[in-house]
């Protein structure tokens, strides 16, 4: 089934540690998301990708990288300098073009203790 | 810069009762607007969009929604709630980044929920 995957769904780190968030994707969609999810306050966008080896940072990028070295992933690391990084990341991809739907992964929950 | 308000953070409601779930956005420029669902831990869903023509968009699970221009709204509604309809409902307005790629703005979503 095409679809986007998030591993792991829940994952847990310690204070000043690095940690990163798996997203693949086989619908063979050209851009791809990452959001954060707080409650009360949506989704923000932290970064986006709309071509292989090349991303654009979203509205709350600080403390956050990525990657996309192959069209099918895009990986986000989650670094010590993330003030506040529990929260609930969800991944998206798309076609290009404002008229088409984003897919969303099931979402990677992360607690830091 | 676009923008979307949902009005309500919760709504609670009576099962087979209807529901509306308000929505208003603020754009300068021809838009697209999307309804999404969640369940709780789990990602998004699509429930609905519009793109142009009709003004009533159909979407799943029974869902219907409304795109006002003059009011700059896009309501979302059920004739009729089920239990299962039990989620958090997300507007969302898109734009075109340069070069391609969808740049959705989310609202602060609402919170449905069917008691019986």
């Known amino acids: 089934d095409g679809g986007i995957t998030q591993s792991p769904k829940y994952l847990f780190r310690k204070e000043g540690q690095n940690v990163t968030l798996s997203c693949e994707q086989n619908?063979?969609?050209?851009?791809m998301y990452w959001y954060r999810q707080d409650p009360g306050q949506g989704l923000r966008l932290i970064y986006y990708s709309q071509i292989v080896n090349d991303f654009q940072k979203g509205d709350i990028a600080e403390g956050y990288s990525v990657s996309r070295e192959k069209k099918e992933s895009f990986p986000l690391t989650v670094t010590s300098a993330q003030k506040n990084p529990t929260a609930f990341y969800l991944c998206a991809s798309s076609y290009k073009g404002g008229s088409t739907e984003a897919f969303f992964g099931q979402g990677t929950r992360l607690t830091v203790v | 810069a676009q923008s979307v308000t949902q009005l309500d953070s919760q709504v609670p409601v009576f099962e087979e009762a209807p529901v509306e779930l308000r929505c208003n956005y603020s754009s300068s420029v021809s838009v697209y607007l999307f309804w999404y669902v969640q369940y709780p831990n789990q990602g998004l869903q699509l429930l609905l969009k519009?793109?142009?023509?009709?003004?009533l968009v159909k979407g799943i699970n029974g869902f219907e929604a409304e795109f006002n221009k003059s009011q700059t709204s896009f309501h979302l509604r059920k004739p009729s709630v089920h239990i299962s309809d039990t989620a958090e409902y997300f507007c969302?307005?898109?734009?075109?980044?340069?070069?391609?790629?969808?740049?959705?703005?989310f609202g602060t979503g609402t919170q449905l929920k069917v008691e019986l």
């Open positions: 519009y793109l142009s023509g009709s003004t």
């Open positions: 619908l063979n969609h050209d851009a």
């Open positions: 969302a307005v898109s734009d075109t980044f340069t070069g391609g790629g969808n740049k959705l703005t």
